[in-house]
């Protein structure tokens, strides 16, 4: 059984920083590309950036592309966002969910993840 745990959201000014972090327990965490998605009140959850099971590939939306870096330590089980020059429209909840198949590049849709966190609620104020 895989574990995912979000923590480090919360409220922050525009043009501010936050870094989410996502513990995995369960199968080896090296083997799987991981994913952040996010899903605002009345939307449908979008995706947001994506790693590589190596951490050598990373995909964004375009939206944040240039403010947001996904990261991923192997040797503490845990997949991160930094989310520099945060907007408003940057408010959601932030979920990280775990590829379904071993040895992937990280995929920009949601039906490709198996296991889900239970998210982290980022409000950013104008």
């Known amino acids: 059984q895989v574990q995912l745990v979000e923590s480090g959201g919360g409220l922050v000014q525009a043009g501010g920083s936050l870094r989410l972090s996502c513990a995995y327990s369960g199968r080896t965490f090296s083997r799987y590309a991981m994913g952040w998605f996010r899903q605002a009140p009345g939307q449908e959850r979008e995706f947001v950036a994506a790693i590589s099971w190596t951490g050598g590939r990373t995909y964004y939306v375009d939206s944040v592309k240039g403010r947001f870096t996904i990261s991923r330590d192997n040797t503490k089980n845990t997949v991160y966002l930094q989310m520099n020059s945060l907007k408003p429209e940057d408010t959601a909840v932030y979920s990280c969910?775990?590829?379904?198949?071993?040895?992937?590049?990280?995929?920009?849709?949601?039906?490709?993840?198996?296991?889900w966190g239970q998210g982290t609620q980022v409000t950013v104020s104008s």
């Open positions: 969910a775990k590829e379904r198949g071993a040895y992937g590049l990280g995929s920009q849709s949601l039906y490709d993840y198996d296991y």
